[in-house]
């Protein structure tokens, strides 16, 4: 049974920085990557990172946001930093399995005060 947990969001002001983590487990997995959900808004690309370790980004993201993984601990990271309030949203983590599809976390929230 695949899981996929999201952990580390919270409240931060402006400028601040968030670490959030996500850990799947139940089967060998390919891209994943973050997205996330703002009130009112559709669900927007973050980041991604291959299991070779090739990270993309949003182009809003790039340069504030890094993407890491540990395949050891099938984790990715998602390091925030000089955030802003329009960075207010739910954050999700995604999982590809081979021939298996996309799984994705519950999500955490992320807020950004000004």
């Known amino acids: 049974q695949v899981q996929v947990v999201e952990s580390g969001g919270g409240l931060v002001q402006a400028g601040g920085s968030l670490r959030l983590s996500c850990a799947a487990s139940?089967?060998?997995?390919?891209?994943m990557g973050w997205y996330r959900q703002a009130p009112g808004k559709q669900r927007e690309y973050v980041a991604d990172?291959?299991?070779?370790?090739?990270?993309a980004y949003a182009d809003s993201m790039k340069g504030r946001f890094t993407i890491s993984r540990d395949n050891a601990k099938n984790t990715v990271y998602l390091q925030m930093n000089s955030l802003k309030p329009e960075d207010t949203a739910v954050y999700y983590c995604s999982a590809r399995v081979s021939r298996a599809g996309t799984y994705w976390g519950q999500g955490t929230q992320v807020t950004v005060s000004p």
């Open positions: 990172i291959t299991s070779g370790g090739v990270a």
């Open positions: 139940g089967s060998t997995f390919g891209m």
